[in-house]
Structures are given as structure tokens and as C-alpha cells.
């Protein structure tokens, strides 16, 4: 049988609220936690963030609302609030900014790889494999700090279950905002499944923003700290581009619907998922209240609108964010798309060989890099120490690591400290070089 979350009642309201030592739980443990567990329990921080944000918003703008109406929107605001602190706050203290930092790269990749393989427009897929890239990319300049600043592994973190390696360099993430707008599905004929895939998404990446921008500074490294201004404004730019999807016609309403439903779906996965029985508690919790919010939505929708909430959201349950190692997906793209651009408008995207020399993303580049791209200093950083960079993946993708960077970097746009091929390559045979001595010494 199928779950269709608007014939459930849910928590009623009133039973909402949770005292203080229900909203502050136990952090996990981060030696221990299942990497899928820290990656659930970070999107479901920002899905409460944009959940909250959103009820400001809408009782910010709507004006002709019924006082009791207005009242129950705040009401689940101050509800949303709570669950933020709850998901967020099962982050341990000991888990360095950097280790976070890694934890939300790795649910952007894996997250996004698994939307765009269960994406019904083919537009909005092929969006999310062109974002897929970017963080992936992110992923690994950031694993580089983290081994020469804390001695982290990157598998420390992600385990084995996503690949550590360069993609689309993060220099080359910088656009003009006006190239970052995509085309927006049309809301009376996109599914609910997109809809959601993308509120998901929007939702993680605006969070992965606000994280860089409330911890980029913790750092005494000046070029960590500017690595992270750097990333930070990228995600900026896929917050752009991912709400550009949506269509900029739905009524507050339909959004207020779509904003629940998104919550529901995605409480819905990670109760099907959790391997951790003291944080799967919270998933079934927070299911049982997002539930009733959509029932109170609903009603809210049904009476402005005079519509079937169903024609927004369907009748059935989406799986918006299961998470499982992507690698094989991911390692498909990257081989195939590093090369990718965003075009001028009308066309999208292009490969970086046929974007006109007028482009306006070069002077956004050129400036942005003027003096150097910090986000290419991290390799030089990692070779000081180690020889080459960190990077973990299968030995036939790390063999291949050259010919990517050959193919993703665009020769035109490059910072004047860029690592280019023959620099990496070099950095490379000279690790396998000094491996062998020191396996000879010991
Ligand atoms: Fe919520
Ligand atoms: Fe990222
Ligand atoms: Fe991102
Ligand atoms: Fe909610």
C-alpha cells in the first residue's frame, strides 16, 4: 500500500512543543557515527532552516490573512526552530569546522548524484549533474586542509563511500549571476517529484552557505580562511541557480504546501534509512510533526485557494535524499561533464571549447583571481609535506587523475598559481619516487 501523507493526521500542534532537554539531545559520537547518519542529520538542519525561514517570509508578505491563520503559521515557525536545534546540535562539540565542512561536500555529491538518477526532467537532471561536479571538486580542496591542518583522513569522514579527487576546478565555479539562472520548470505540468528533488537540494545548499559564512573565519591559515570565502561564494552561486529552477508563479500557498511536503518526504527517507537507533528516534518524532503541519497546511491552502491540495503535491510519498555510496555514478560524469560550462542564455550549458570569447563569466574570473585562487594554493600545500595531494579513489581513477585536470581546467581563465597537468603530474611520479626510498630505508 501506498503512504499518502495527506490522509495521515499526524501530532497535533498542540502536542508540538518539546521541553530543553528534548530539543538538545546527545551528539554522536564522530569516530563511531555511519557516515549516512552525519549526511542526514546535516540536510535535515538546513531542510529545518529553510522550513523556519520560510514562515517568516510568508507572514512577512502575506497580508489578507485571517489572525488565527497568521498565528499557526508562527506557531509552526517556532516548531521548525525547534528541530533545528535538535538536528543540529547532534553534531558533537570535538568535531572540527573542517570534519563539518567535509560532511556537507560528501551530502552534496552524494545527494545530488542520487537526485539527478531519480529526476523525471531531464533539464533539472542535467542542472543537478552540472552542480554534482562543482562540490565534488569542493570535496577535495577541502580534504586537503583538513590532512595538513588536523591530520584528518578524508576517510575519517566519508568512510570509502565517496571519491576524494579534483573535478571541475573550483576556480572555474565563478560565474556571472545572469549566466547561473536557469529555466524554471512550469508548476502545473512539473511533478511533485521535481519539486521536491529541488526544494532538497536548495534547501542543503543554503545551508552549506550559511555554514562557510558562520565558520570560514574560525581559522588562523589566511589562505583557509580565503578558501572559504571562495567556496562560500560558490555556493552562493548554486543557491542561485537551484532556486531559478522553480517556478517563480507558485503562490505563496503552494510554496507553504511544497515546503511541508519537502519536510515529510524527507523525515519519511530517513526514518526508512537510519542505522542509529538513538537518532532514528528523532526521525520518527519529527515525521509524526511534519505530518501534522502539512495537515494544517492543507487546510490553510484549501481555504485561499479553493483547490485539492493534491494538485500541487500528488498523493504519494517522494524519496528525496537516500543516501548510499554514488561513486560509480559520479566517476560517470565527472569523465563525461568536467568539461562543462554554463552558456549564454537559450542554450544552457556548453562544452568550455565553444563558449564565445565574450563570455560573461571571464571578467567575474579575472577579477575574483586577480592576485591568486586560493582554493588552488591548497595542493601546493599538501605537496610541502606529502609530495603530492591527498586523494582517495580506486587506483584506475586515480590514474586518470592528470588527464582530468587537463580536460576540466580552461586554459584562458586560470589563476596565475594554478596547479596545471604537468605541475600534478610532476607531484605525483615524485610521491611514487620518494615512497620507494623510504620503503627502502625502513
Ligand atoms: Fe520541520
Ligand atoms: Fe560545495
Ligand atoms: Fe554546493
Ligand atoms: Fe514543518
Given amino acids: 500500500m501506498t503512504f499518502n501523507p495527506l490522509k495521515e493526521k499526524g501530532m497535533p500542534l498542540e502536542k508540538q512543543l518539546r521541553n530543553w532537554h528534548q530539543i538538545v539531545g546527545n551528539p554522536y559520537k564522530k569516530q563511531l557515527v555511519d557516515c549516512y547518519t552525519r549526511t542526514r542529520q546535516i ?26 491563520d497568521r498565528a499557526n503559521i508562527s506557531r509552526l515557525g517556532r516548531i521548525e526552530n525547534q528541530q533545528q536545534m535538535t538536528c543540529n546540535w547532534l553534531s558533537p562539540a570535538n568535531q572540527s569546522v573542517l570534519e563539518t565542512t567535509l560532511g556537507y561536500e560528501q551530502v552534496a555529491v552524494d545527494l545530488t548524484a542520487w537526485l539527478a538518477q531519480n529526476e523525471p526532467d531531464k533539464y533539472v537532471k542535467e542542472t543537478f549533474d552540472f552542480g554534482l561536479l562543482e562540490d565534488f571538486d569542493h570535496l577535495y580542496r577541502y580534504a586537503q586542509f583538513a590532512y595538513m591542518t588536523e591530520g584528518v583522513e578524508p576517510n575519517d569522514i566519508v568512510k570509502g563511500q565517496t571519491d576524494v579527487i579534483v573535478g571541475r576546478p573550483t576556480q572555474h565555479h565563478h560565474n556571472c549571476n545572469g549566466l547561473r539562472l536557469r529555466k524554471h520548470y512550469d508548476k502545473t505540468t512539473a511533478s511533485p517529484q521535481t519539486k521536491i528533488n529541488i526544494l532538497t537540494v536548495l534547501s542543503g545548499e543554503q545551508q552549506t ?33 537551484y532556486e531559478s529552477l522553480i517556478d517563480p508563479s507558485e503562490t505563496m500557498f503552494e510554496k507553504a504546501l511544497l515546503h511541508e511536503f519537502t519536510e515529510v518526504c524527507n523525515y519519511y527517507t530517513c526514518l526508512e534509512d537510519e542505522v542509529d537507533d538513538d537518532i532514528k528516534k528523532y526521525w520518527e518524532i519529527f515525521l509524526e510533526i511534519e505530518l501534522g503541519h502539512l495537515q494544517i497546511i492543507a487546510e490553510i491552502f484549501k481555504k485561499y485557494e479553493k ?52 563570455w560573461a563569466s571571464y571578467p567575474v574570473q579575472k577579477r575574483v ?38 580536460k576540466g581546467l580552461q586554459k584562458v581563465a586560470v589563476a596565475d598559481n594554478t596547479v ?10 615524485n610521491h611514487e619516487k620518494r615512497k620507494q626510498q623510504k620503503e627502502l630505508k625502513i
Fill in 369 to 406: 583571481a586577480e592576485i591568486s585562487a586560493p582554493s588552488e594554493n591548497c595542493i601546493s600545500i599538501a605537496e610541502i609535506y606529502h609530495d603530492r595531494d591527498i586523494v582517495e579513489a580506486s587506483e584506475s581513477l586515480k590514474n586518470k587523475e592528470t588527464d582530468l585536470l587537463k
Fill in 209 to 241: 552557505h550559511n555554514f562557510y559564512a558562520e565558520h570560514g573565519f574560525m581559522y588562523g591559515d589566511h589562505v583557509l580562511r580565503e578558501t572559504y570565502a571562495e567556496i562560500k561564494d560558490v555556493e552562493e552561486e548554486h543557491v542561485t541557480m
Fill in 420 to 429: 596545471c597537468p604537468d605541475k600534478l603530474q610532476k607531484m605525483i611520479d
Fill in 307 to 358: 483547490r485539492d491540495p493534491e494538485e500541487v503535491i500528488g498523493s504519494e510519498i517522494i524519496i528525496p535524499c537516500r543516501f548510499n555510496s554514488q561513486k560509480a555514478y559520479v566517476q560517470k560524469i565527472l569523465e563525461k561533464e568536467v568539461q562543462k560550462r554554463l552558456a549564454p542564455e537559450g542554450k544552457y550549458y556548453n562544452s568550455m571549447d565553444d563558449i564565445p570569447k565574450d
Fill in 43 to 68: 540536510l535535515m538542519n538546513g531542510i529545518e532552516v529553510e522550513a523556519w525561514g520560510f514562515k517568516h517570509q510568508f507572514n512577512r508578505f502575506m497580508a489578507n490573512l485571517d489572525f488565527e
